[in-house]
């Protein structure tokens, strides 16, 4: 992204050429400064609304867009997007939902077949993203660079999933739910039981039909 400083020297530097023709004009340079201002401001925008970088869940009980945020977590944003341009998602199920705790899949299919990963990520944990209701995080096992494809949707303000230094490693928050809350509502919500050993399961599976890149 532009820096919004080098956006800044560009606008500076546009007034003080300006400046020194400043006789020959009618509009006064602190009028100028002003425009340039909000001209700087609004690119700025363009840029950042631009850069958004969305996913949609078409699940089986409606669709759920995620957000991303690049910017706090790059690896873990590139290793959730590289899943989901590789069709990995796709088929898969949430196969455990606690309600007032959080929605977790992407990692078996309807069969309770677990799907193949490639090598875990490093936790960036650390990002400053808290794991809030709405926010997708990555699921992991007790090393906290274990992450591969699973990851879970926050239903509640989960602080005790949260970084804090040694105390506790916490779980990587890497965007949010922008749109679909209530079908997120609504799958927290769904009959579970035991299947595979695994608690948690929904009796009748929630698919994800598909995970796709979302064009503004």
Not at 31 to 41: C, F, N, P, S
Not at 145 to 153: G, V, W
Request: proline letters at 4%; hydrophobic letters at 40%; charged letters at 20%.
């Amino acid at each position: 992204m532009i820096s919004r400083s080098w956006l800044f020297g560009f606008v500076m530097a546009a007034a003080l050429v300006y400046g020194c023709d400043a006789e020959k004009q009618t509009v006064p340079l602190e009028q100028k400064q002003a425009e340039l201002e909000k001209e700087m401001i609004l690119y700025e925008r363009n840029i950042v609304e631009a850069e958004r970088k969305l996913v949609k869940l078409q699940t089986s009980m409606g669709d759920i867009v995620i957000e991303l945020n690049e910017q706090a977590a790059p690896v873990t944003v590139k290793n959730f997007l590289d899943y989901v341009e590789q069709g990995h998602y796709n088929g898969t199920i949430f196969h455990r939902v606690i309600p007032n705790f959080m929605i977790q899949g992407g990692g078996f299919t309807a069969q309770m077949v677990q799907k193949q990963t490639r090598d875990p990520i490093v936790s960036e944990a650390s990002n400053g993203l808290k794991n809030d209701l709405g926010t997708i995080a990555m699921a992991r096992i007790s090393d906290p660079d274990s992450a591969t494809c699973q990851f879970f949707i926050n239903h509640r303000n989960n602080d005790y999933l949260n970084y804090d230094g040694n105390a506790n490693p916490g779980y990587t928050v890497f965007g949010k739910t922008v749109e679909g809350m209530d079908v997120v509502d609504a799958i927290a919500q769904v009959k579970t039981t035991t299947r595979m050993g695994m608690d948690d399961v929904p009796v009748e599976p929630v698919i994800i039909v598909s995970a796709t890149i979302v064009a503004e």
